[in-house]
Nanobody
Framework: QVNLVESGGGLVQDGGSLTLSCLVS????????MGWFRQAPGKEREFLAA????????NYADSLKGRFIISRNNAKNTLYLQMNNLKPEDTALYYC???????????????????WGQGTQVTVSS
């Protein structure tokens, strides 16, 4: 059973930074692409970023304008999202999906994943 556990969320002030983590178990983490999505209250789930199986290719939503960085540590089975210059509109529940595309680029994750965690809440105060 694939298990994804997001952590690192919390309350931060406008302009602050946070780094989210996603620990994966139940599969060989290094084989599969990973991504980050978020969902704000009353809004649809939004794609943020994806990274390929070995971490050398990443793609981002245009709306982020370079504020977020996705990375992974395959030795630790962990995905990260470094978030800088946070704004109140970044307030949302953040998720780290994956899919079954072994050796994949992560491009398909823009449309969603096969596996999802429970999410970690990020709240940005103004």
């Amino acid at each position: 059973q694939v298990n994804l556990v997001e952590s690192g969320g919390g309350l931060v002030q406008d302009g602050g930074s946070l780094t989210l983590s996603c620990l994966v178990s139940g599969r060989t983490f290094s084989w599969y692409p990973m991504g980050w999505f978020r969902q704000a209250p009353g809004k649809e789930r939004e794609f943020l970023a994806a990274i390929n199986w070995n971490g050398d290719v990443a793609n981002y939503a245009d709306s982020l304008k370079g504020r977020f960085i996705i990375s992974r540590n395959n030795a630790k089975n962990t995905l990260y999202l470094q978030m800088n210059n946070l704004k109140p509109e970044d307030t949302a529940l953040y998720y780290c999906p994956s899919n079954d595309e072994r050796g994949g680029s992560g491009y398909a994750l823009q449309h969603g994943g096969d596996y999802w965690g429970q999410g970690t809440q990020v709240t940005v105060s103004s």
